[in-house]
């Protein structure tokens, strides 16, 4: 049976580490495969053409083989296009290859979710502070909708009852959007923020829909998505999340 081989196909580093003294296996992220574990034979040699290239958050195209688990590396190039990103930045996007790790499946593609990624790692390179917000914000409400996690914003998720415009509604990880009262206002919008945020998921372009008609509540979400990501990865705090935070305290 002849080997599959793979070729231009669009892709990022998500983590890397050792397989032998001179090899690496990566796990990357794949616009038609998904996420694909490969190994990068002679990778850590000083003279491999793999060692400057296969460097996360960096658009590459990679060429690879095989039919096993874990598939060999034939070639790999740097695609361009921005700079890397540094500080805050850096750290928000070693978090969001932490949640791909985390939430998706080898092997199964996901084209919509590297093209908002691709994006999401464009506006963190920009240097732009409030980029760095919006894309963190977009990119977790689009992977939550595309890998299943997230509940319809146009309604209550227990009742299916639509949301009343000025009533405030919380996005809870265990039951999903819910009603409370005025005097239980954390982590909550009104109706018709919700559903601007539904419209705006399920339009067409939906990262820059996100961006153009909802940034600021965008920045509002910060909270109640981690908790909500959180529950689904099973962890009390993101391990790229943690390190934020003790940064943040040095």
């Known amino acids: 049976m002849a080997t599959k081989r793979i070729a231009d196909e669009p892709a990022y580093v998500l983590h890397r580490y050792d ?3 001179t090899s690496l ?12 574990a490969l190994v990068a034979k002679g990778a850590k040699r000083p003279t491999s053409s793999f060692r400057p290239v296969l460097l996360p958050l960096q658009p590459l195209s990679l060429a690879f083989g095989g039919d096993g688990d874990i598939r060999t590396l034939k070639s790999a190039e740097w695609v361009g296009g921005h700079v890397m990103p540094t500080g805050e ?5 070693y978090y969001l290859n932490e949640l791909l790790m985390r939430l998706t499946a080898r092997d199964d593609p996901h084209p919509l979710v590297f093209d908002v990624y691709a994006a999401a790692v464009r506006l963190l390179a920009s240097g732009d502070p409030d980029a760095l917000q919006w894309a963190l914000r977009g990119f977790e409400l689009l992977l939550l909708k595309e890998m299943g ?5 146009d309604v209550q998720t227990l009742t299916l009852k639509p949301l009343l415009p000025d009533d405030c509604y919380a996005l809870v990880p265990e039951a999903g959007l819910q009603w409370v009262s005025h005097d239980h206002l954390r982590n909550a919008l009104r109706g018709e923020q919700w559903q601007a945020l539904h419209a ?18 965008l920045v509002q979400l910060q909270r109640p998505l981690r908790l909500l990501l959180n529950y689904h990865c099973g962890v009390g705090a993101l391990r790229t999340r943690q390190m934020m935070l003790d940064l943040q305290t040095l």
């Open 89 to 93: 930045a850096l750290l928000s996007g």
């Open 25 to 36: 296996i990566l796990e990357v992220f794949t616009r038609h495969h998904g996420r694909v």
């Open 200 to 217: 705006a998921l399920n339009a067409p372009s939906p990262l820059a829909a996100l961006l153009r008609e909802c940034a600021d509540l």
């Open 19 to 21: 397989w032998s003294e």
């Open 149 to 153: 996690l997230l509940p319809a914003l």
